[in-house]
């Protein structure tokens, strides 16, 4: 077959075809283009720092700071540094989103462009996209926290930022994130063929950043989850003989170094060990739409750009990987469509950049290997603290720190927690609670198949409340109410089911417990506002890491706080709330960047919570209304790809109108998958 083909299952999920790999790539940008008009629009113009010239002032901190932070000139930096044929592949795929926004244009497709009209696509657009996605995805918010917190309430450190205390869990980490994966070796599967499994953990837009995609041509035919935007499925895919999935390894992989600039004659200067050195400097402006232009001073020291403070008072540089190195992995993303076996895919993730993900892959004859991948400076202990002097060598990069990797013979499990693989990488990390019951329900079924892995996706258990609510027994001169719900709550499963009434009472109590500790004297100055840009707000939230952390308050209470008072007086609080069902309170809350005037979605009740395997993890300071959550669930199987199966929080397409765009929710919220694509495409694709 000579011509590109699209094809598309029940639920719109895009199959193409092309007869090479750089055609192929054409045809995905446009495929998407047709599927997500407005999305991608937004993205171009959220990677450039021009959302506020058509969407208005809300977005001009954001403009600022991806000016500041330089996303695109870093991109054009890492296109122009490509390979002769990964070059061609990204810029094919910019082309087919011009071609595709051009007919959605022209057809009225898309009305909601409308309001944005769609720009042009250069051929770097895609790498930026690709950044602006993980630039706040490392650890830069977490350092800014951390710098917050010695800065503003140095006696909180301990409590905020120390290890958690030690009767409580066996970890140390504050991390508040939810991906899992696991892979399940040959010897432990029904099939005799290993499985890969997970659900990537994410603030979820609408339309989501992930679009499911089928990519054939005669070298390969892989079904995977694409990044909207960004071309091939790196990150989720099954390739046939071969499958892998990711999750973030949680690694310290950005810096922020505290700089001296001031202003010479020559222009601005930043001081160093040996001195002051010249530093590049120039001026932008960003047009809003309805206000007055902003004017913007792009700062870079020897280390990074400047994303906090102005010259002459306290700034911030941000030194990151792919602005060093001139590379942002998408050499990783072709190879490793063209891979063939597990070894194969590992050589490919050699290539990749940040964030740094633990990878679990597989293939048809057995293989099973888990590693990390990216790239990890090595440098001063410091450095992961927070900000560091830029003028003090110490803290320069010296190199990048090397990975492990291991063959799997029975059943492994990522959860953001520390492993062997990624404690060295990293100092901030998930509790292992997911990880634990994900490899308590693995061990409960001796031969594992699709169905058995599916339930896994939506497990409600709360481990933490296991732990606190014992410590309800004994609690005494409460209401009479109050103390029926103290023997309701110790005798509950724990499970944080959508439907549940003693889900929400704890959710209540929680809540209390979190509030009142908020408002302890060692926090003041922690609960207003940081006086950073606004976009750094969710790590700025003194509710948030309490409610991570509250099991070691619980433990060893800060001055002040007497647990049994306090966990009498949010039980009676809890006992008092009016009748309600965890997901009448705890419900999603996605991102929506749409037109002006657009009416926000509505808001749906689910089950799970932070620290569940189903990970929706609430907001504990916004009445439990969530934004995280997975993604995207699949589960590979390679003993016979067709009973794949994955799903989407939303759906395939994002324009208004389309059957498609929130189609997948109902089966997203049961934790139902659907069955990957499996038509016969062309005569070229290989699987085998």
Sequence with gaps: MS????????????????????????????????????????????????????????WVEWDVFARRARITDTARRCFDRLDEETSAWVAAYAQGVNDGLGDALARGAAPELGALEPGHWDPWTPIGVLLTQHLLFGTLGDKLWRDRVRREAPGAWELLCGPRHPSVADWDGVAASGSNAWAVAGARSATSRP????????????????????????????????????????????????????????????????EELRRSADGVESREADGWAPVTAHHEVVSVLGGDQVDVEVVETGRGPVVVGEVGARCLSVRMVPRVEGDAGLAASLALLRARSAQDVREAWRGWVEPVNAVLTADRDGTVLEFTAGLVPDRDAANREGPVPGWEPQHAWTGYLDHAEAAVTDVAVHANHATRHTAPLGRDFASPDRAHRITDLLAATPRLDADALQHIHTDTLHAPARRILPRLAGLTGLTEAAAALRDELLAWDCRMDADSALAHRYAVLRAALVGRLCRLDVFDGLATGSGLPRIFDPWMSLALRVSVRLESFLAQPPEGFDVAAELAAALEEAAAAPEARWGERHRLAPIRIGPPGEQPPDRVGASGDRDCVFATSSLPDSDDLFVQAPAARYIWDLADRSRSRWVVPHGTAGSAGSPHVDDQQPLWLQGLLLPVPNDDLAEGPCLD
């Design 3 to 58: 011509e590109s083909t699209v094809r598309r299952d029940t639920w719109g999920v895009p199959q193409l075809w092309a007869p090479d790999v750089v055609a192929l790539s054409r045809v995905q940008g446009k495929v998407c283009a047709t599927d997500r008009a407005w999305q991608l629009e937004v993205q171009r113009r959220r990677s450039e720092g021009r959302l506020a010239e058509h969407l208005g002032a809300v």
């Design 195 to 258: 499985f890969v499994a997970g659900d990537p953990h994410r603030s979820l837009e609408l339309p989501g950043v992930y679009q499911q995609v089928r990519l054939a041509c005669p070298e390969f035919d892989v079904v995977g989850i694409a990044f909207v935007g960004v071309p091939g499925t790196p990150h989720f895919a099954h390739a046939g003989p071969v499958a892998w999935g990711i999750t973030n390894a949680m690694s310290d992989c950005h810096d922020v170094f505290e």
